[in-house]
C-alpha cells in the first residue's frame, strides 16, 4: 500500500513538474505562457512547396525539422536538397534558431535519379564528404528523412563523383541503402536485446531557441515490444530527454 501511495505521489510529481517546465521552455521567466504560433499556411498552387527539411543543433546532438518555401518546378527536389548546403545566408538564417547547415559548404549535387523501383540516388560532389565524421549519422539520417517526404522516396543510395563509396567518413558501409525506416534522433533502450523486435514511439521535447522561439525536437526510442503504444509514448515523455 505504501508503495503504490509513492508511485502515485512520484506519478502526480512529475505531471506537475511537465505542466511547469513547458511554459518555462517556450517563454524567458516574467512573461506569460503563450502557445506556439500556428505555422504558416501552404502556397497557393503553382507558388512553391512548404518542404520539412532537417537541420542539425549547433552543438552536432540531433536533427530539428523546419519548414521552409521550396519553389515548385519540375526540380523540386534538387530544390529541396540544396536547402540543406551551407552557404552564408543560409547559416545567417539557422543562427538564431540555433541550428546549422546539414551539408558542407561547396557540396553540388551532380545527379538525381528517382525510379518506380529501386532506391532512389543523389549523387554528389568530394566536398559533401567533407563533414565533421562524428555528425555521420545525423548528415545521413537528415537527407534521408527530408527526401522520405517525397512519396516516389522510400529508400535512398547515395553516391559520390558517379560511385558508391566503400565507407562513408563516420564509418557507415555505403553499399547499403538507407531507409525506409526514418528513425528521427534515435535512442535504443538499454534492456532492448533483440532488434528485430521492438517498439518504435515518437516524442517531442521543446528546444528554446538564441532568440526565445520555440522548437520542437522529435526522438524516437526503441523500446521493448509492447501492446499500448499511447501509454508507452506517455512514459517515455515523462521521463524527459536523455
Given at each position: 500500500?505504501?508503495?503504490t501511495i509513492?508511485?502515485?505521489?512520484a506519478?502526480?510529481l512529475?505531471?506537475l513538474?511537465?505542466?511547469?517546465?513547458?511554459p518555462?521552455?517556450?517563454?524567458p521567466?516574467?512573461?506569460?505562457?503563450?502557445?506556439?504560433t500556428?505555422?504558416?499556411?501552404?502556397?497557393?498552387?503553382?507558388?512553391?512547396?512548404?518542404?520539412t527539411?532537417y537541420?542539425p543543433?549547433?552543438?552536432?546532438?540531433?536533427?530539428?525539422?523546419?519548414q521552409?518555401?521550396i519553389?515548385?518546378?519540375?526540380?523540386?527536389?534538387?530544390?529541396?536538397?540544396?536547402q540543406?548546403?551551407?552557404?552564408?545566408?543560409?547559416?545567417?538564417?539557422l543562427?538564431?534558431?540555433?541550428?546549422?547547415?546539414?551539408?558542407?559548404?561547396?557540396?553540388?549535387?551532380?545527379?538525381?535519379h528517382?525510379?518506380?523501383?529501386?532506391?532512389?540516388?543523389?549523387?554528389?560532389?568530394?566536398?559533401?564528404?567533407?563533414?565533421?565524421p562524428?555528425?555521420?549519422?545525423?548528415?545521413?539520417?537528415?537527407?534521408?528523412?527530408?527526401?522520405r517526404q517525397f512519396p516516389?522516396v522510400?529508400?535512398?543510395?547515395?553516391?559520390v563523383?558517379?560511385?558508391?563509396?566503400?565507407?562513408f567518413?563516420g564509418?557507415?558501409?555505403g553499399?547499403?541503402?538507407?531507409?525506409p525506416?526514418?528513425l528521427?534522433?534515435?535512442?535504443?533502450?538499454d534492456?532492448?536485446?533483440?532488434?528485430?523486435?521492438?517498439?518504435?514511439?515518437?516524442?517531442?521535447?521543446?528546444?528554446?531557441?538564441?532568440?526565445?522561439?520555440?522548437?520542437?525536437?522529435?526522438v524516437t526510442?526503441a523500446?521493448q515490444?509492447?501492446e499500448?503504444?499511447?501509454?508507452?509514448?506517455?512514459?517515455?515523455?515523462?521521463?524527459?530527454?536523455?
Amino acid at each position: 500500500m505504501h508503495r503504490t501511495i509513492s508511485r502515485f505521489l512520484a506519478l502526480f510529481l512529475l505531471l506537475l513538474a511537465l505542466a511547469i517546465c513547458l511554459p518555462g521552455c517556450a517563454d524567458p521567466p516574467g512573461e506569460p505562457f503563450s502557445l506556439p504560433t500556428e505555422p504558416p499556411l501552404p502556397p497557393e498552387p503553382g507558388d512553391g512547396y512548404l518542404g520539412t527539411l532537417y537541420y542539425p543543433d549547433n552543438e552536432l546532438r540531433f536533427l530539428v525539422p523546419v519548414q521552409r518555401a521550396i519553389p515548385e518546378t519540375e526540380t523540386v527536389v534538387r530544390n529541396t536538397l540544396e536547402q540543406l548546403v551551407e552557404t552564408p545566408q543560409l547559416e545567417k538564417e539557422l543562427k538564431p534558431l540555433g541550428l546549422v547547415p546539414l551539408l558542407p559548404e561547396k557540396t553540388v549535387i551532380l545527379g538525381i535519379h528517382i525510379g518506380e523501383t529501386g532506391p532512389a540516388r543523389v549523387d554528389f560532389n568530394s566536398p559533401f564528404l567533407q563533414y565533421d565524421p562524428s555528425a555521420e549519422r545525423l548528415v545521413l539520417g537528415g537527407l534521408l528523412c527530408t527526401l522520405r517526404q517525397f512519396p516516389q522516396v522510400e529508400q535512398l543510395k547515395i553516391m559520390v563523383e558517379g560511385d558508391s563509396p566503400e565507407k562513408f567518413p563516420g564509418g557507415t558501409p555505403g553499399a547499403i541503402p538507407l531507409g525506409p525506416e526514418c528513425l528521427l534522433n534515435l535512442e535504443v533502450d538499454d534492456a532492448l536485446d533483440d532488434y528485430l523486435n521492438y517498439t518504435a514511439v515518437t516524442i517531442y521535447f521543446c528546444l528554446p531557441t538564441p532568440q526565445g522561439r520555440t522548437l520542437y525536437v522529435p526522438v524516437t526510442r526503441a523500446l521493448q515490444p509492447v501492446e499500448e503504444h499511447r501509454v508507452a509514448a506517455l512514459k517515455e515523455l515523462l521521463d524527459g530527454p536523455r
